[in-house]
């Protein structure tokens, strides 16, 4: 059942809904005259009406029961917010410039994470459009977007959405994204979207006033889980596997990055993610066009990577943690938190190696055996960075690590992580080293809420025994002071390092040994007391080879 | 680290326990002089003392941070009850007279399920002795013992355990199990015992002093749920793969029945039920001997007996509760509760053809899809039946199928499960057509808790509209009422259904077409209107070919 409000093919807008519990659904057309309109309830509590002389633009609400009014839960736009109406929205109504789009790879893939409200001063997807040109000249050939559904208030980091359909009406909503995503498909670049499927966030979800989202049998760092598993979990999922098929069809989306699957508790004989595996893979063979999956995971867990013939939940790829970690601590020498487990060259010998560092081995953090052998798992599985939003963002201060280490180290992580046999992703402004902090900012309107919001923080902090205040999340200078100053790269060393960045694209990309991504085809010796990695790649039909020799002294 | 009071090939006895937040652990040894003896802290929480002059029969506790006096939680025997203190076991001292026995393959095994405290007058595992032989000439060669480990009070199914290590005290303890399984293997039987890793009972379960074995962030239906897959739960794990090779090593089991492994909720990337399944093959290969591991689910998934090849878990079996669904409901017509899903012939006949009914389908009873395929894992990898302690114990009147059919469906029954070409298994006292009800009792002191089991017991039938008051758990009457009564074996129509159960097993021994487990060479028509089912067996070698034609109505 295609949840939401959509224009049929007779002109008609469908309404439908999910509600299992309600006895009465109806539909409140916002305007002049508002007229409750009663939904038809149809199978495993589906309600549905499909209606003529709908037009674009037009603000509805649920009533349910006849005394509950809530917006859609699968609304495509919120113009006033998340407590305000949904919007109609006609997806057929854009010019769409892509047709020959096909999609990238992903052993092609160089991504590019960005955030929309702190990217551009305008803080707009519209504002990244004069700035695509620039990426692709450095090489850039894929976007990765911060999440952009729905959120409580005009800044976040976009985890907190409570509207998995609509695009942020402080982005520019929907047509924005659209336009974003062609002019991107139009310079040949892709655009990956980040979505969050393991929780809602804490302001604006109606979801339980419409039926058993959310599960009492698990517990995730964000309360309930979503319920995946139990009674009437085949509609939950369809909520969510609809989101999936969404995104890809109405926004054209060249795929989606999957926030914190380990949230997603799931001891089902079908798992969800498998699922929406083979959601995505039906799609593109249909489509004709590349479509990816990739995770983002706290397991070390290579099932999720693994085909399905092999007992794996088949998604694309999976962020890779450990890379970052080993990375970090042999630059900064940092200790605390999770960084307890790095800091040798063996750990990013390992990585650059495997992947996963931690692949069964016992970690002093997490007080417990940890992962799983990535072994079997192809080098264009794994995405790998030195910087992301969670690693700066998750700091005390949100520093960059143009913040924390000198100009050469700087160079030197750009180019482990560009000459890795992984994808590669640069986190906004990484590639001139912007000193921007890219702190923890949200815009809640509950005071309770925001006060939750300000001691989880010093809480997340504990670990890692980092000096100073936390910069508070509400103030809307944190928000500011996080944003990227774009017109440094044109100036002193954040031009050599752009430059810098440039190459070793232009390496990458050129040379068959690094553009080959191959963990056969590898051979990665560290010497632990020199600090030192020495890191052969070849690429047998053309005989290609390099050598890197990264030192960290 | 060997956990619990063992004794070394030097003849000292060593105690190990683990209790990773305490500052101080020491063993109190009873008995003249009273002292308290330090234990030393080793790596990851584990304490230990090696003690010369230990006698078997000692009693002792551990005394936590000089305040909290605790039994052993892995405790081999606890003579006075759950709350007294553990003793001293000396595995060496009993004389087996096995050295030939090699285990007996799945394919093979006709099982025989039974109650230690109602399977005898006596309650004990001794007195099952007495029955063996006439066990072994019906054609029995598998017992599977209700769980054993040492629960409150005298009585109970046995899912109350609380030291998985120990052996009930008025089961007879320890040296009454080797008894029994010295007295099986010497007459050409194995046996399996039934084993609880998903929860600790209600009464008596110090665990949380010793260490964090329980999670807050999984709840089964029993609370909390066990941590495996948290901080420290590599130890937690330690504790029950000790366990299992406990029981095959210190008793000679052939195999165990993992309770409810649904509720080992486990997000880890390498799963408990693997770890377990790693360790008993290990143990079987260094032994020469077949050791199985069968797992009771409630989510119909596969992937728990597949091989680790095909990212299974490796379980040897998995018992089939559709299988028993089917048939019940075709037999009494019942279809409240979970029977809702069942009732029709082609149910039982997809049973019959690939283990589960439910692959994927949608559950009314569930209200979402269950289960995947179980159409790859092989017939001898499912166990079947007609009655079992659950399916019998768990209805408001604990009625066995003798209750509730005539005595031709009677006979009905036990052919399905003897001819099917699963591993079957009777529940004690089938075979004759026992008339006593197996209802549900325990023996807890503490009054709380007998009103929550009380009330407990009342919504479990809720859903099952039966009629009646549901049988006083902790009267005594309860536990008597349900022994069965042996001597009806000899006596009329019990007799009668004795020598066919007796024949039908002798068929299945017999003709290669039913003793060869296979679902390859099977076929299975229904008839829905005829309420008939047709089934064909064949073995190729032998050219052997078996036509059953069973007939419900």
Redesign the interface.
């Known amino acids: 059942m295609q949840i939401g409000a959509n224009y049929g093919a007779d002109g008609r807008c469908v309404f439908a809904v999910w509600a299992p519990g309600r006895k009465r659904v109806e539909l409140k057309l916002h305007g002049s005259e508002e007229a409750f309109i009663p939904l038809r309830g149809e199978d495993r509590g589906y309600w549905r009406v499909a209606l003529e002389n709908i037009l674009p633009g037009a603000l509805y609400t649920y009533r349910l029961d006849g005394r509950v009014e809530r917006p859609d839960p699968a609304s495509h736009s919120q113009p006033q917010g998340v407590h305000g109406p949904s919007q109609i929205v006609d997806h057929g109504d854009f010019s769409w410039q892509d047709d020959d789009w096909r999609g990238i790879e992903p052993s092609r893939m160089i991504l590019y994470e960005f955030h929309p409200g702190t990217f551009t001063p305008e803080g707009s997807l519209d504002a990244v459009i004069p700035r695509l040109d620039a990426l692709r000249e450095m090489g850039i050939n894929t976007l990765e977007i911060m999440p952009v559904s729905q959120f409580p208030g005009d800044r976040n980091w976009g985890y907190d959405g409570v509207y998995p359909f609509a695009v942020q009406s402080s982005y520019g909503g929907p047509r924005s994204l659209k336009r974003l995503v062609n002019a991107c498909h139009e310079r040949g670049m892709a655009v990956i979207l980040d979505v969050v499927y393991n929780h809602l966030g804490p302001e604006g979800n109606y979801l339980r006033d419409f039926g058993p989202y959310f599960t009492?049998?698990?517990?995730t760092p964000w309360g309930q889980a979503i319920n995946l598993?139990?009674?009437?979990?085949?509609e939950v999922r369809n909520f969510f596997i609809q989101n999936v098929l969404f995104w890809l069809s109405a926004y054209h989306l060249d795929g989606l990055r999957l926030d914190a699957v380990?949230a997603l508790?799931d001891?089902?004989?079908?798992p969800f993610l498998q699922e929406l595996a083979e959601t995505v893979g039906e799609y593109s063979r249909r489509t004709g066009k590349t479509h990816v999956l990739i995770a983002e995971s706290d397991?070390?867990?290579?099932?999720l990577i693994?085909p399905r013939?092999?007992?794996?939940h088949g998604l694309d790829a999976q962020w890779c943690d450990d890379f970052h970690h080993s990375l970090h601590t042999l630059l900064t020498g940092e200790t605390t938190g999770y960084y307890a487990d790095f800091g040798r060259v063996r750990h990013l010998v390992r990585s650059l190696r495997d992947g996963f560092v931690y692949s069964?081995d016992?970690s002093t953090f997490?007080?417990?055996?940890?992962?799983?052998s990535a072994g079997e798992r192809r080098a264009d599985q794994f995405v790998v960075f030195a910087q992301n939003h969670d690693q700066v963002g998750n700091r005390l201060l949100g520093e960059r690590l143009s913040q924390l280490v000198d100009f050469e180290s700087l160079k030197l992580s750009i180019a482990v992580v560009l000459l890795s046999p992984f994808i590669p992703l640069l986190f906004m402004g990484e590639e001139y080293g912007d000193p921007a902090p890219f702190l923890y900012f949200v815009d809640h309107s509950d005071p309770d809420l925001v006060k939750a919001v300000r001691d989880g923080r010093e809480e997340e902090f504990a670990s890692f025994h980092w000096k100073g205040t936390v910069p508070d999340p509400v103030d809307r200078d944190t928000f500011l002071r996080s944003k990227v100053r774009w017109e440094l790269r044109e100036q002193g060393r954040h031009k050599t390092l752009l430059e810098f960045t440039k190459r070793l694209i232009t390496l990458r990309r050129t040379i068959p040994a690094l553009s080959h991504l191959s963990k056969e085809h590898l051979r990665v010796q560290g010497r632990e007391e020199e600090k030192a990695i020495v890191m052969e790649r070849r690429e047998n039909t053309t005989g290609s080879r390099t050598l890197c020799i990264f030192n960290f002294n």
């Open positions: 009492d049998k698990y517990k598993d139990d009674a009437y979990s085949d380990h508790v001891m089902s004989a079908r397991l070390n867990d290579a099932r693994a013939e092999a007992g794996g069964g016992y997490r007080k417990r055996r940890h992962g799983n």
